[in-house]
């Protein structure tokens, strides 16, 4: 409708119909509306461009939507669209710290090297998303180690030795090691 504004002024001016055409107010209310929307839209096109939309996506984009929106409202001059960019802004804050919580996509995000902790909203989340990945690391190296003690200590359980590098628990000093240079911006 705003991109064919003039057609429809014309042809609405033409069909002498009761149809009122749009103010200047409308307009430029349908302008500013435009603006605020435009990067949801771009959003919505970067994930839908994909054929297997990552995860790790999700956080960053929501951050940079949430960053969009407060550069914008410091142009937006009208009352009814400052408004409806404040609510989006609010709803964003608060789906953005739900997902910065969740362990999923927290992870993701953290391991995805496009983003790692630069993709967060805030420096605290990525923090608490490395101590999770620590965390998870840790257990699992602690499980492959106890399994793996459990195994030599039953020699009838398995009839062949597994020696290959990656059945080999890590020390427990290299967890911290390994870890940042996952996460090393």
Do not use: W
């Not at 297997?52 to 956080?59: E, F, L, P, Q, T």
């Not at 400052?82 to 997902?99: F, N, P, S, V």
């Not at 496009?114 to 965390?135: D, H, M, V, W, Y």
């Not at 699992?140 to 009839?159: D, E, G, K, W």
């Amino acid at each position: 409708m705003y991109n064919l504004r003039e057609a429809v002024g014309a042809a609405l001016a033409g069909l002498h119909t009761d149809i009122a055409p749009l103010t200047s107010h409308q307009m430029r209310l349908m302008s500013e509306s435009l603006q605020v929307l435009s990067p949801f839209n771009d959003a919505t096109v970067e994930l839908s461009e994909e054929k297997r939309v990552s995860g790790s996506k999700v956080i960053p984009l929501l951050a940079m939507l949430h960053h969009t929106l407060e550069d914008d409202i410091g142009t937006i001059k009208m009352e009814e669209s400052k408004a409806m960019a404040e609510g989006l802004k609010k709803q964003l804050r608060d789906k953005l710290y739900t997902l910065q919580t969740m362990s999923i996509m927290s992870l993701a995000t953290l391991l995805d090297p496009r983003f790692k902790k630069i993709g967060f909203f805030s420096p605290n989340k990525a923090q608490e998303a490395e101590r999770r990945l620590t965390a998870e690391c840790a257990t699992v190296i602690r499980h492959r180690a106890s399994s793996s003690s459990t195994s030599s200590s039953n020699p009838s359980s398995a009839t062949q030795p597994d020696t290959s590098e990656a059945s080999q628990p890590v020390a427990q000093g290299n967890i911290r090691y390994i870890l940042m240079v996952l996460i090393k911006q």
